[in-house]
């Protein structure tokens, strides 16, 4: 598969101590979204020790919009199956996490950076979705000496890990609402319910949006193993602040919409839910005055000291 990078995968430096994995969202524009990375590293000042590497899932299908040019022998994939670890349209056997796994591998290679502290895989809305299955099913900690940190940036929809939903909080701008405005600001709390009625949307816990039905290739690990996957994982989620319009790629799907209204609020409950019900601590940066936008998530300074730590 194409990568882009900042420094080269196969020589050895001593000064590397950040690798960042940057996954792009569903233009898989891995162009542009190494540009964005680079940027924040400069801002950073991490452009001397950081590895950013940025692979691109390219698609080439009579779906408009889904035709790459392509590199002799690249790998490539359908437009969408990408994000949620589906198989290569050349390599049957080959998932789009396993090809992230191979990346991993390769820059894991004994005397290559024997610097290194830090591995981060980062992705942005397709590149979220992404990030948010793969730190339950990837195996970038089993093949790492470095303990990975998941980064999943504004993803549209999260894999539920049992079939509870949560109930919408009441909307206080109505006139009858009996709840101070103020508690819903940042991030609004929701209960949640075991759907035994799904009311005609039958693949709400199907996968993606659940672990029900995986494909042969990801049913693999058991549910418990996921579970433990979640538990013990470094998963930080972020979300825009102003991430609240249903455009670029919104997922409108019926088993997306269970989950929460926009993209801001389906991170806030799904985080919610999973450290409640699991107990987990995965935090959730939530970053002021950004919506949909790769570059400025990517350059914030909530996510930067995130992203190149120094």
């Known amino acids: 598969m194409t990568v882009f990078a900042n420094k080269s995968l196969s020589v050895a430096d001593s000064h590397i101590k950040t690798i960042i994995i940057v996954i792009h969202g569903g233009g898989r524009d891995a162009d542009e979204y190494f540009r964005s990375a680079m940027a924040g590293a400069y801002l950073s000042g991490a452009l001397d020790d950081t590895l950013i590497i940025a692979p691109r899932f390219a698609a080439s299908d009579a779906t408009p919009g889904c035709s790459d040019i392509m590199e002799p022998g690249e790998l490539h994939w359908d437009c969408d199956n990408w994000k949620v670890g589906g ?99 940042e991030q609004p709390r929701a209960r949640f319910e075991t759907v035994s009625n799904p009311r005609g949307c039958e693949a709400f816990n199907r996968w993606p949006y659940g672990l029900e039905g995986r494909p042969p290739l990801l049913a693999g690990p058991d549910n418990k193993s996921i579970e433990k996957n979640f538990t013990s994982r470094r998963i930080t989620y972020v979300a825009g602040q102003i991430d609240i319009v249903p455009l670029a790629g919104f997922d ?15 991170a806030i409950y799904y985080r919610q839910h999973e450290n409640e019900r699991y107990g987990a601590n995965h935090p959730l940066v939530i970053v002021p005055l950004c919506g949909h936008d790769g570059r400025c998530m990517y350059t914030s300074p909530l996510l930067m000291p995130i992203l190149f730590p120094r």
């Open 87 to 185: 198989v290569s349209s050349d390599a049957p056997q080959v998932t789009s996490y396993g090809a992230v796994d191979t990346v991993v591998r390769t820059v894991m290679r004994a005397g290559l950076f024997p610097g290194l502290v830090n591995l981060t895989i980062v992705g942005h809305s397709g590149g979220g979705q992404f990030v948010s299955r793969y730190a339950l099913m990837g195996k970038a900690d089993d093949v790492s000496r470095i303990r990975p940190l998941y980064v999943p940036v504004n993803a549209s929809s999260y894999p539920y890990l049992d079939r509870d939903r949560p109930l919408m909080p009441q909307d206080p701008t109505t006139p009858d609402a009996k709840i101070d405005p103020r508690d819903l600001l």
């Open 252 to 266: 409108d799907t019926c088993g997306a919409n269970m989950q929460g209204p926009n993209r801001l609020k389906r």
